[in-house]
Every structure is written in structure tokens, then in C-alpha cells.
């Protein structure tokens, strides 16, 4: 079983819609959340940041920790076809390395 | 602000042959980490450099991969001999410090045939 889990898509919805993506993992010490963009040919870019539970929110961006169910979400509301990309979930626990997901590939359709 | 650079941005050689990556990391971070990232997958963490000292090489296969990082700035990253599992993108990031966010290189896209 991987630490983190991911559905590598692909997601397909069109423009302005709500995106859900989501992650599982089985590491229960894990206490950082964090949500990576990556655009095709380039690197990946921080999206979003949490610390161990609870919801966050950036301009079109919100991004949920559910510890009790190992369960994490990032959704994105009125979805450009900018938003397009793959959309890694990644996390670590304390100074340790970070596991990224697989990545979820999002095509938004004008 | 200049962002982590690398080179060259694509390798084709064939297996059995050796390769090494450049990666220059955003000037002042301390950190800096090597990601093997396969197709279809997430970046997996080959090696982290704290300075130039070596935090984290628990996944680097120390048989043909190494890595040094002179004076705490530049790093390389050398296969040798490449395998045709080595096909990835090799790609370097930079923090701060330690815990600190991560900010990418644009990655070295190797293909071994």
C-alpha cells in the first residue's frame, strides 16, 4: 500500500464549475498538507499549505485536512482553462521528507 | 528574484552510459533536494542537502547515482551507469531551510534508450 494516494485522472469539467481533488494516506503522524501545481514541462509550484487539520482558503482555492479519516481536499471554485494541470498532494511529518502524490490531471473546457 | 535553475533541460544517452545534472539553487536557501519523478508519478526524493552536508539519501541507489553539493550552493546529480528505468525527470528544488517551502527547478527530462 502507498503512503499517499491519489486518482491520476484524468479530470475533465467545464469552465466554471467546482473541482474536487482528493488524497488518501495511511500515516497518521503526518502533520503537514500541502497541494503542488505543476503546468506540463515545468516544476511543480506550492498551491496551498495546511498545518494537521482543518480548512483553508485562498482566492479561488480552499483546501480541507480531515485527520480523523485520513482524507485530504483541495477545491477549486469557478475553474479557469488556466487551472489546467496536474495537481499533486503532498505531505510530511515534522523535519522528515516530503511524499507526494501520483497527481491528478485537470482539463478545464472553455 | 531568480528561481532554482537547472541544465541541461533534456539528455538522451543510451544505458550504460553516464549523465550528470546541474541544478543552482535560489540564492541564500540552504536546503536543496534532488526529485526523480517517473511518468504517470509524483517526485520522489532522491537525496537533501542541509548546506553541503547530506540530511536524506535513503532512496538514492548509491550504486550508480551520486551526488555532491561544493561550498553549500551548486549541486550535481550523476548516474552512471544509466539503466533504462533511470527515463525520468530529475528534478531539483531549494528551501530556505529545513520544513521551509519548496521552490522547483523547471527539471531535466532523461531519456535512456
Known amino acids: 500500500q502507498k503512503e499517499v494516494e491519489q486518482d491520476p485522472g484524468p479530470l475533465s469539467v467545464p469552465e466554471g464549475a467546482i473541482v474536487s481533488l482528493n488524497c488518501t494516506y495511511s500515516?497518521?503522524?503526518?502533520?503537514?498538507f500541502m497541494w503542488y501545481r505543476q503546468y506540463s514541462r515545468k516544476g511543480p509550484e506550492l498551491l496551498m499549505y495546511?498545518?494537521?487539520?482543518g480548512n483553508k482558503e485562498d482566492g479561488r482555492f480552499t483546501a480541507q485536512v480531515d485527520k480523523s479519516s485520513k482524507y485530504i481536499s483541495l477545491f477549486i471554485r469557478d475553474s479557469q482553462p488556466s487551472d489546467s494541470a496536474t495537481y499533486l498532494c503532498?505531505?510530511?511529518?515534522?523535519?522528515?521528507?516530503?511524499?507526494f502524490g501520483a497527481g491528478t490531471r485537470l482539463f478545464v473546457k472553455a | 528574484e531568480a528561481g532554482v535553475a537547472q541544465s541541461p533541460r533534456y539528455k538522451i544517452i543510451e544505458k550504460r552510459q553516464s549523465v550528470a545534472f546541474w541544478c543552482n539553487p535560489i540564492s541564500g536557501h540552504a536546503t536543496l533536494y534532488w526529485y526523480q519523478q517517473i511518468l504517470g508519478q509524483g517526485p520522489k526524493l532522491l537525496i537533501q542537502?542541509?548546506?553541503?552536508?547530506?540530511?536524506?539519501d535513503s532512496q538514492l541507489p548509491k550504486d550508480r547515482f551520486s551526488a555532491e553539493r561544493l561550498k553549500g550552493v551548486d549541486s550535481t546529480l550523476k548516474i552512471q551507469p544509466a539503466k533504462l528505468e533511470d527515463s525520468a525527470v530529475y528534478l531539483c528544488?531549494?528551501?530556505?531551510?529545513?520544513?521551509?517551502?519548496?521552490?522547483f527547478g523547471p527539471g531535466t527530462r532523461l531519456l535512456v534508450l
Open positions: 503532498a505531505m510530511r511529518r515534522g523535519g522528515f521528507k516530503t511524499i
Open positions: 500515516n497518521s503522524a503526518f502533520q503537514y
Open positions: 528544488a531549494s528551501s530556505l531551510d529545513r520544513g521551509e517551502t519548496q521552490y
Open positions: 542537502f542541509q548546506n553541503n552536508g547530506v540530511v536524506d
Open positions: 495546511t498545518y494537521s487539520s
